[in-house]
């Protein structure tokens, strides 16, 4: 394989535009909604000032406007990465050309990692409050003693499963789970009612903010998707 080829081709997948605070290139890194991470390169004296514009704040602020995950993000990329945050942004400044690979590398591998802690926190923090939701819900249509918390169920592996909820019918338990659009939810939701999937029970992936098209296709070979406004209802209706 000849390597100027090879840099050729990657060269040509890279983007490069003008911004408002220098030059805006594409990076091999990704957010976690999967869209490449872009970094601002501008001069600084005889240097380079090289930064995110913002843009991982920007990401988590797309799953969840919360300012505390979003510090929390910048704050863990700016010290893994050995970047300033300011005004939102992740910043390196060097002092040459030779060290700007390095800047622009550590500054795409900030904001991805920014993002990710960032979606994270906003993600656990939604499924904390879509579970008491859901209990609040089963509550108003179900006894008391039906719902168990934290319940536990054997799968077809043999491992023990817990769900977030469960009506404890004798003949036939509703298993349920809360599920966020985050990709973590989907997947742990997915795995674990793809283990305890069996005719013995129904299988609620309760959500309030529906997932994508194709996750939900994926949830759907597993459970039944419920939004929460209609999980009274459908319990109500399971119970005749």
């Known amino acids: 394989m000849d390597c100027e080829l090879l840099e050729d081709i990657l060269a040509s997948r890279r983007l490069c535009e003008r911004s408002s605070i220098g030059a805006r290139i594409s990076t091999h890194c990704l957010y976690p909604s999967a ?3 872009f970094v601002h390169v501008g001069s600084w004296g005889d240097g380079f000032r090289v930064s995110d514009g913002g843009e991982a704040a920007e990401c988590a602020a797309f799953h969840g406007r919360d300012e505390s995950a979003i510090s ?3 704050a863990s ?15 390196a400044r060097v002092p040459s050309k030779d060290w700007l690979p390095a800047a622009i590398n550590a500054v795409a591998n900030g904001a991805a990692h920014a993002a990710s802690v960032a979606v994270e926190h906003i993600s656990k923090k939604t499924e904390r409050s879509l579970k008491s939701r859901i209990f609040a819900a089963l509550d108003r249509a179900v006894p008391d003693k039906l719902i168990a ?3 536990e169920y054997r799968g077809k592996s043999g491992k ?3 769900l977030d909820y469960a009506i404890t019918l004798p003949e036939r338990p509703i298993l349920i789970k809360a599920v966020t659009p985050h990709h973590n939810s989907i997947a742990s939701t997915y795995t674990t009612f793809g283990d305890v999937n069996g ?3 129904w299988r609620y992936c309760v959500f309030q903010r ?10 759907r070979q597993v459970g039944e998707l419920v939004p929460l406004r209609a999980l009274s209802s459908g319990v109500s209706a399971a119970l005749q």
Request: proline share 5%; glycine share 10%; hydrophobic share 40%.
């Open 210 to 219: 529906r997932p994508a098209d194709d996750d939900a296709a994926l949830l």
């Open 199 to 201: 005719e013995s029970n």
């Open 149 to 151: 918390r934290e319940y």
């Open 35 to 37: 869209d490449p991470v």
């Open 160 to 162: 023990l499963w817990h």
């Open 72 to 74: 929390i993000g910048l």
């Open 77 to 91: 990329a700016g010290a893994r990465h050995s970047l300033d945050v300011e005004g939102g942004q992740l910043v």
